[in-house]
C-alpha cells in the first residue's frame, strides 16, 4: 500500500470518528492514536497554545518537551509562521529541540479555529530521515481542517 492509498484509508475513518465531537483534548487524543497506530511513526501528538507558547497536549510516544515557546524548535516555528514544516532531517534544523535523540525527520501542521487563529499545532516524529513529503502535507492538512471544524477550542 503506497503512502497516499493509507491517508486514503485512515482519513476517512479519522473524519467519521471525530465528527460531532467538540471536545478538543477527547479529538485530539484519539486523532493522535489513530495516526499513530496507522502509521507507526515514532511521535504523534499535539500542542495546544497557551499564552504565547505550545503546552503539551495528548499524544502517543516517548516522552516529551512540556513546553515551546513560539518561534522556537519545529513546532514553535511552524506555528509563528502559520504553516507546514517539514525537517527531513532535524539535525539540520536551526534551533531544534530534541525531546528525543532518536527523532530523525519531523512534520508539524498548525491547527486553526473557526475564526482562523492557529489554536494548537500538530506535530509527527520519525526515527527515519526523509520520512514526510508533500504527500503528508497535503493529507494531514486536510486532517486538520476537519478538526477546526468540530472541535471547540477555549
Known amino acids: 500500500m503506497t503512502?497516499?492509498?493509507?491517508?486514503?484509508?485512515v482519513l476517512p475513518q479519522v473524519v467519521a470518528m471525530i465528527d460531532g465531537e467538540t471536545n478538543a483534548v477527547s479529538v485530539?487524543?484519539?486523532?493522535?492514536?489513530?495516526?499513530?497506530?496507522a502509521f507507526g511513526?515514532?511521535?504523534?501528538?499535539?500542542?495546544?497554545?497557551?499564552?504565547?507558547?505550545?503546552e503539551l497536549g495528548p499524544f502517543q510516544g516517548p516522552v516529551a518537551c512540556y513546553r515551546i515557546k513560539r518561534g522556537r524548535g519545529v513546532c514553535g516555528t511552524a506555528w509563528e509562521r502559520d504553516e507546514t514544516v517539514i525537517v527531513p532531517d532535524?539535525?539540520?534544523f536551526p534551533?531544534?529541540?530534541?525531546?528525543?535523540?532518536?527523532?530523525?525527520?519531523?512534520?508539524?501542521v498548525p491547527v486553526h479555529d473557526a475564526q482562523g487563529a492557529v489554536v494548537a499545532v500538530l506535530d509527527i516524529d520519525s526515527k527515519d530521515l526523509n520520512t514526510f513529503?508533500?504527500?503528508?502535507?497535503?493529507?494531514?492538512?486536510?486532517?486538520?481542517?476537519?478538526?477546526?471544524?468540530t472541535v471547540v477550542w477555549h
Do not use: P
Not at 503512502?3 to 484509508?9: A, H, N, P, S, V
Not at 487524543?29 to 499513530?36: D, G
Not at 513529503?133 to 471544524?149: G, I, M, P, Q
Open 95 to 108: 534551533g531544534h529541540i530534541a525531546c528525543s535523540s532518536l527523532s530523525r525527520s519531523e512534520i508539524v
Open 28 to 37: 485530539m487524543a484519539n486523532v493522535a492514536a489513530a495516526l499513530h497506530e
Open 133 to 149: 513529503d508533500e504527500t503528508d502535507k497535503k493529507n494531514l492538512e486536510l486532517l486538520v481542517k476537519s478538526l477546526s471544524k
Open 90 to 92: 532535524v539535525e539540520q
Open 3 to 9: 503512502k497516499q492509498e493509507r491517508y486514503e484509508d
Open 41 to 54: 511513526w515514532w511521535w504523534t501528538g499535539f500542542y495546544t497554545v497557551e499564552d504565547e507558547r505550545l
